[in-house]
């Protein structure tokens, strides 16, 4: 069976075309997240102004740093010519494609038995649906995706191809760039891809690693001080804050004390904050209280991060599905909520009340990512590929894992889907090599 780029490249054509069709028909493009980026866009446009609200700025000034300049960037041609979001769309399945074409590549880099390892790449494919689903989103996802990939390949070339290892690390210190100008969780990646320079780049002239490692934290700190300039507050992104506050801390506190209590003590920081004279004492203060509560309530925690982390590899993607389906959620009620009041329980009092249709796509695709995360650790501990080849394919995996905590879910784990396809299909090839000519059995002339 022949899997040349070309027919696997038709094969996912074809998928992005039978999930772009069924999006069309459905005009499900929007997330609540995606308005944010609309008015961003429209707002650069017009007014000059990063702002994901509506214009003129209200009295909340996390819009101003909610949603980084990047994708509202990308997205203000297409709103000056009016092509939002169908234009966006028709960019994302392309940039979608590249990603695919891009993750195929890095795959036939380390295949040993090409034909089992691109059977599990295209068979993953087609029973993950978020890959599919989210080209046809205006979200920040799939542009992510290839900014990984793009950084991924990268290392790999700056590893095996000394005499350019210049030009590729700095592709890669400029992916890490574009990466938390995009999504503001990318920024803390900059010591990570600090250290693979530093591992990588040995061969390197001093000044010239020097100035490739703090690249990304000079711009990293303008930017901050741009954020700081608008609202008066030293940070990178409201968002941190809305998610410490609302997610991160509220489901920590119903694990720990109940969901009474918990809002209680969220809302009581809130309104005290919301009592501070200034946006930076806000900030400052929700910050602080907010650890406070966690440090106190460390074990349930801890216990939430975890489970998260488990989630994010293992989560079929209901909301996602979903959304693709016009299904309406129940606001505030959903996985996240009953996983975190009843623990693993909770994942069976929710699944109860779903349709058994909807159920068994589910089971289908959670096997599928179960199978996915296998592939994805056996590759990991597979002490027969060099380390640096494992931590290249690894780092941007077990980093989002971690930084995602207790919101991990298929959502997060999207942009690195396709590298932990790679990485099962590497392992499952490695399973099954192909004879070697010193094996195979003599013949009558020999």
């Known amino acids: 069976m022949g899997f040349s780029r070309e027919k696997v490249l038709l094969l996912v054509l074809v998928l992005h075309l039978i999930y772009g069709v069924y999006q069309a028909r459905s005009g499900h493009y929007l997330l609540r997240d995606s308005q944010e980026y609309l008015h961003a866009a429209e707002n650069l446009l017009t007014h000059q102004e990063l702002y ?17 300049p990047l994708y509202p960037l990308l997205l203000v041609p297409f709103t000056a010519l009016g092509w939002t979001p169908g234009g966006v769309i028709f960019l994302q399945i392309l940039i979608s494609l590249l990603a695919c ?62 005499d350019q290892q210049v030009t590729w690390l700095l592709g890669h210190q400029l992916g890490v760039i574009a990466g938390f100008l995009l999504k503001p969780v990318m920024y803390l990646y900059i010591p990570v ?43 990178v992104s409201s968002i941190q804050q809305i998610n410490l506050l609302n997610y991160n801390l509220k489901y920590t506190l119903i694990a720990a004390v109940g969901e009474d209590q918990a809002n209680a003590i969220v809302d009581s920081i809130r309104h005290e904050g919301d009592a501070k004279p200034t946006y930076a004492q806000r900030q400052a203060f929700i910050q602080e209280a907010a650890v406070a509560q966690i440090t106190s309530n460390l074990g349930a925690y801890t216990k939430m991060h975890l489970k998260g982390m488990i989630n994010f590899f293992i989560d079929p993607g209901r909301f996602d599905l979903y959304n693709f389906w016009g299904i309406e959620q129940q606001e505030g009620k959903g996985f996240l909520y009953h996983y975190s009041k009843e623990g693993y329980k909770g994942i069976f009092t929710y699944l109860r009340t779903q349709p058994i249709g909807i159920l068994c796509v589910l089971l289908v695709v959670f096997l599928a990512n179960l199978l996915k995360t296998v592939g994805f650790i056996g590759f990991c501990l597979d002490f027969g590929l060099p380390v640096l080849d494992r931590l290249i394919i690894a780092a941007p995996v077990g980093y989002l ?46």
């Open 52 to 68: 994901c609200g509506e214009y003129p700025p209200a009295a909340n000034p996390n819009y101003y740093s909610k949603r980084p």
């Open 101 to 162: 074409l891009l993750a195929w590549k890095l795959m036939e880099e380390f295949l040993e038995n090409p034909a089992a390892g691109k059977i599990v790449f295209i068979a993953l494919l087609f029973f993950l649906p978020a890959p599919m689903i989210y080209p046809n989103l205006v979200m920040t996802e799939v542009w992510l995706q290839l900014i990984i990939l793009g950084m991924v390949w990268a290392l790999w070339k700056a590893h095996n191809q000394k």
């Open 193 to 235: 891809a600090g250290i693979a320079l530093l591992i990588l780049g040995k061969g390197i002239h001093l000044w010239k690693r020097i100035a490739l490692l703090v690249l990304p934290f000079i711009v990293l700190m303008v930017y901050i001080g741009w954020n700081e300039g608008r609202t008066g507050y030293a940070h």
């Open 401 to 446: 894992a971690v930084l995602s905590g207790p919101l991990g879910a298929s959502r997060f784990a999207m942009p690195v889907n396709l590298l932990m396809v790679i990485a099962t299909a590497v392992f499952i090839s490695r399973r099954y090599k192909r004879p070697s000519a010193a094996n195979k059995p003599a013949t009558e002339k020999e």
